[in-house]
């Protein structure tokens, strides 16, 4: 049997394929119809253009920087203030940074190079312990952090400011990282394309008339164009693989429970049940499995196994090329051809609310507000707002179709199987054109849902130099495996291109 298996969907009779094809076809002239207009709309928009970073370590992985400043190569100060200045170069470009900490972070990266040259902790004590030592990072705007802004995209909390950090600031502090900004988000991270009335809208660094995704927008946004080694997101529905896609980096979303939720967005920690996790964007594969791991609460560590390697040619494959969704886009050939190109490549190798907390929004108030331009709130917001009107579907038969999906699913995967599932059915659309395809984000919220580990990864630009990506999945726990093909993939075909490449 092939080491790569295609996942079937399942037909349910002639008339109901012939009903799919037809709603396919319909949604497909859609799509094509409305393509053609913003397409037309945007070429009049000039595309900005960010420079290339001048200093070859804006470029290097995570684990590079900490190594050579552990090791005395380069100081933690000197990475920090590059990539300041970096973020000062472009961000007036990408709108990515929205309140930053410059000044306290070189002071923390002054005292790490002391601790370092006083050698009362060594070399090894420091890679087991605080492997992010002296590393820069950025985090998401939701994500609470002492000293800086909070508001959640929300105009009634512009004033807002974190008095604590959230429990997975603390984590990735603890290992030693130095946080020096945070970065855009939709309002209350409830939308696919990161805008909101408090500080604007977040450009995509491969085409400024196109969108860097959301909710964690601003952080993929700035780890792509160099002004961050690496990101720290949430994700509740592909919050942080929808932008890691759009602006090419990667990606991951831990195995669901693995993570203390305390001050991510509005959580207290205490909540009963919740299909938010948290995860890194990064510009390489190999940076994901030690970014991820500082996050994981430590007495869970262990279900994760690490410290065991996986081999690659022992596992098994599966792909699907099109989910067969009506409800979203279909998926773009090139998107189809990249991914076909994937599984050839590893064949051949063998192998509701919008108010602080203190009442509800009148939906209807603000749809009228909207029209004489007084509203506070984005029109994806208002969007949002509307759900709570719309009916909802039988709870006891959603319970039990996502029941027997996961268990169809895990008994496919198993212990040693993984799943190429697409990221998205198109590439990151013009700026505001998501509000014609609302439900796009299915491609990405489902695995929320079924609380698995997945990581988007890079496969290549498309044709008109905008990123290609898919969704490596597998069964609780397996976030190694998701690493491991993650890297895999990357030495066959690449991952991260630049940018700044595209405009060559």
Not at 43 to 64: A, H, R, T
């Amino acid at each position: 049997m092939d080491l790569v298996t295609s996942v079937k969907q399942k037909q349910c009779g002639t008339e109901f394929s012939f009903l799919g094809g037809f709603i396919t076809f319909i949604s497909m002239m859609y799509d094509t119809f409305f393509n053609y207009i913003f397409s037309f709309i945007n070429s009049f928009k000039k595309v900005k253009k960010i420079p290339p970073p001048s200093d070859p370590l804006l470029k290097e992985s995570v684990i590079s920087l900490a190594q050579k400043i552990r090791n005395r190569e380069v100081s933690s100060e000197k990475v920090v203030k590059i990539y300041i200045q970096r973020i000062k170069e472009i961000n007036g470009i990408l709108n990515a940074v929205v309140h930053d900490r410059f000044e306290e972070a070189i002071k923390e990266a002054k005292a790490a190079d002391e601790l370092i040259k006083s050698g009362s902790v060594s070399d090894e004590e420091l890679k087991s312990t605080k492997s992010l030592f002296g590393v820069p990072f950025t985090s998401k705007e939701s994500i609470s952090a002492k000293g800086m802004s909070w508001t959640r995209g929300l105009i009634c909390r512009r004033d807002k400011i974190g008095i604590e950090d959230a429990e997975v600031i603390k984590c990735l502090k603890n290992n030693g990282a130095i946080l020096i900004a945070v970065t855009n988000i939709p309002e209350f991270c409830m939308w696919v394309e990161t805008r909101n009335n408090v500080y604007g809208q977040t450009n995509n660094p491969y085409n400024t008339n196109r969108s860097v995704g959301g909710s964690s927008g601003g952080e993929a946004c700035i780890v792509t164009s160099c002004g961050s080694p690496f990101g720290l997101a949430t994700d509740l529905g592909g919050s942080i693989r929808i932008p890691a896609y759009f602006c090419g980096v990667y990606g991951h979303k831990l195995t669901g429970g693995l993570i203390k939720t305390r001050g991510m967005l509005f959580r207290t920690g205490e909540e009963p049940f919740t299909i938010v996790s948290a995860g890194t964007i990064t510009r390489y594969a190999k940076d994901l499995k030690m970014t991820s791991s500082a996050l994981v609460i430590p007495e869970k560590l262990p279900l994760l196994k690490f410290n065991i390697e996986v081999d690659i040619k022992s596992l098994k494959f599966y792909y699907v090329l099109n989910p067969g969704d009506v409800r979203v886009s279909a998926i773009d050939l090139r998107i189809e051809k990249a991914l076909l190109n994937v599984v050839r490549l590893i064949k051949e190798s063998n192998v509701n609310e919008l108010s602080p907390q203190e009442g509800n929004v009148n939906v209807f108030v603000e749809i009228c507000k909207t029209l004489f331009q007084c509203s506070s709130y984005t029109f994806s917001a208002i969007l949002n707002l509307l759900n709570a009107y719309l009916p909802l579907p039988n709870s006891s038969w959603a319970e039990e179709e996502l029941k027997n999906l996961k268990t169809e699913l895990l008994e496919k995967l198993g212990e040693d199987g993984v799943l190429l599932f697409p990221s998205y059915p198109t590439v990151a659309p013009y700026h505001y054109q998501q509000y014609l395809r609302p439900f796009n984000f299915a491609y990405m919220s489902i695995f929320n849902a079924l609380q698995l580990p997945v990581t988007q990864i890079p496969i290549g630009l498309s044709d008109d130099g905008m990123p290609l990506g898919i969704q490596i999945v597998a069964g609780p726990y397996k976030d190694k495996l998701c690493f491991a093909v993650a890297e895999y993939i990357e030495s066959l075909i690449g991952g991260w291109v630049p940018p700044f490449s595209s405009y060559v």
